[in-house]
């Protein structure tokens, strides 16, 4: 009897699994040749060439979402934190700057992977789809691991400061805009329709302030290894200057 194709993407398959270790295996190798060519002509041509490669799988997937065909108000519109996360990515990349690579950071490394973990896709291989969904999330995490353990762009308490800053502003416009259309971007008006998470938060607003203290102390978690790492740094720095003559 013939198997039916599957019309839906499902987590935990072996195509899914094969998927998360390549995912790891591609930080490894990230972190690894960022180290090798940090401030060398090599990092420039590297990250740049990087910084060209996202739009070629987010840029198509939002011009697809907006097309009359695909557009829906409540899921088209690039106001997911996911989507940021990518144009965040952009800018780290070309410019290496520390703003930018905050965001990417954080976002990256809480949001966008959980849709790697958990990945929500209609649309199976080799659907065009499929490969936008992957590339965009991919990249993403790629260009957080790449800039910040491969190249040592630091992150500090003025960069967790920057993305909860920026969360913060972000969560009050799209609820404003939610309120205004009646869609739900990021969950922050309703829950979702199917059980989740913050079933346990309790009703609304309080699990958006909930979910926003959660994120906000995960993110603290993420800063504290980056500080120890300056702090332990800093007396070497300071006994080789003062060794230097003159």
């Known amino acids: 009897m013939a198997v039916p194709l599957a019309t839906r993407f ?3 398959t072996p195509e899914h699994l094969g998927l998360v270790v390549g995912f790891l295996v591609g930080c490894v190798v990230l972190a690894v040749v960022g180290r090798a060519h940090r401030g060398t002509p090599a990092e420039l041509r590297f990250r740049r060439t990087f910084a060209l490669v996202v739009p070629c799988f987010t840029v198509p997937m939002q011009v697809l979402q907006l097309l009359p065909g695909d557009f829906d108000l409540g899921t088209s519109l690039p106001l997911q934190l996911c989507d940021l996360a990518w144009m965040a990515a952009i800018v780290a990349l070309w410019t290496r700057h520390w703003a930018a690579t905050a965001l990417v950071y954080f976002w990256g490394l809480t949001l966008t992977v959980q849709g790697i973990v958990t990945p929500s896709l209609g649309e199976v291989f080799p659907d065009p789809r499929y490969f936008m969904f992957w590339g965009m999330h991919l990249a993403t995490v790629w260009a957080a691991v790449y800039l910040t353990f491969g190249l040592g ?3 500090d308490w003025r960069s967790y400061r920057l993305a909860v800053g920026v969360t913060l502003v972000w969560a ?4 404003a805009f939610n309120a205004a ?5 990021g969950y922050l008006n309703r829950k979702p329709a199917v059980g989740s998470l913050l079933d346990l938060l309790g009703p609304w607003p309080g699990y958006v302030v909930a979910e926003v203290c ?3 102390a995960v993110w603290a978690l993420m800063t504290l290894p980056w500080v120890r790492a300056e702090r332990a740094d800093r007396p070497a720095a300071l006994r080789a200057r003062a060794r230097r003559p003159g």
């Open 10 to 12: 499902e987590a935990f």
């Open 153 to 155: 762009v630091r992150v």
């Open 172 to 175: 009050v416009g799209v609820i």
């Open 181 to 185: 259309t009646g869609t739900n971007y």
């Open 214 to 216: 959660v994120v906000a």
